[in-house]
């Protein structure tokens, strides 16, 4: 069964997910306005999980806690995967492009231990 | 140089986003709980994009407006996988698992062009 | 008893929101922060009401989605009401001088119409 | 000059509000699921501001931060009570409500200094 296989990338991912909604007929609600909508709504029930904790809770979640994260993040990467097929945009050269662009906006040597925005400097 | 090389896959952007952060001592930021805000803040940036538009506007968006859609995406991809790295959780295999198990909450035959959530079934 | 008459304007939602805090030693969980936070979560549980609903649907909810929708708007502006009492903010004189700033932004003549931001003319 | 007067309650708002949009014809644009998007932006745009910060420096924001999370508080009051009057949702009323049920959720001797959420008790 394709679903039980492990996931190979993103492409992969992407595939399988045309596939999910194309069974469902779901392509009509999925335009770019409504997937950002939800993709926006799943990082708010990531937030959700650690906004009462301290930052160093956040960083040593429970394991139920860890798993409710887990869930969120692939929802989160679901509907970001999905507007990228919808917008034909390539998000690992999308993320490549903005490390390139932060590397010159954000000069290591400039900025270490701060955590001001780069219009602040 | 490695910046300017291509991305070639989650595990090649984690790597590199954690040499970003260490190179600039921004760990101490880097908490589940603040990764989780930024994301959240991404997100919305990537909303408000589309949020006037009509939906049918939204799947055709100019140059612009798809080039600003790319870098917010960039932004939502980048804190996902820095949160992941910070949780151990592979997003690949958490994609892959909530895929199975919403193949089993959303049977096709059954949600078919319907759009409620799988508790309103 | 207090709690079940009517609340009488945003001043007296404000001290009744302290003392239900109070009364359970909630302070220290309501940084300006947390409450951000907290209110960008309830934001995400209004929109997901309305997420898949086309905007001519949303604007004729049924009973239940619209008491829904009255519980979120409800918990968004309790955290609003908290924010601006931890930071001292008086959310009506915010709210008039916006509408100032914004009906000289945006003049009538000139935006009738149109969604696009202040910053696209 | 109305606008220039200060903001008497929640009504007044909601009139001024009102005719702001009348005039600019962009009742159009205001669809409940609309507004819902532009509120969670605005609400992001809330959490921006403190989202480096500690909880602590956060308490504690400078003049300009301050007056930055007065701007966007409004945004969030604004859209608000425009999504209220679509609905025709009364905010104080809902406020009060919510306020007498989360009294029965979390009864003070049970919660007091916990964070977690009443369905973790």
């Given amino acids: 069964m394709a679903d039980s296989d492990g996931m190979r990338d993103l492409v ?4 399988r997910l045309r596939a999910f909604v194309a069974e469902r007929d779901w392509d ?3 335009s770019p306005k409504n997937l950002a909508m939800a993709l926006s709504v799943e990082a708010a029930e990531l937030v959700e999980i650690f ?4 930052e160093e809770e956040s960083a040593m979640p429970d394991a139920a806690r ?3 994260a887990a869930e969120e993040m692939a ?7 999905r507007i990228a097929d919808r917008l034909d945009i390539d998000l690992l050269q999308a993320a490549g492009e903005k490390l390139e662009r932060n ?3 954000y000069p290591a040597d400039r900025v270490r231990g701060q955590s001001r925005k780069y219009d602040e400097y």
Same sequence: chains 1, 2, 3, 4.
Avoid at 75 to 81: F, G, I, S, T
């Fill in 28 to 30: 009509q609600f999925h």
């Fill in 103 to 105: 590397a010159v906006k």
């Fill in 66 to 68: 860890r798993r409710r």
């Fill in 51 to 54: 906004q009462w904790l301290t």
């Fill in 12 to 15: 992969d991912l992407k595939e």
């Fill in 75 to 81: 929802d989160v990467l679901w509907y970001l995967v």
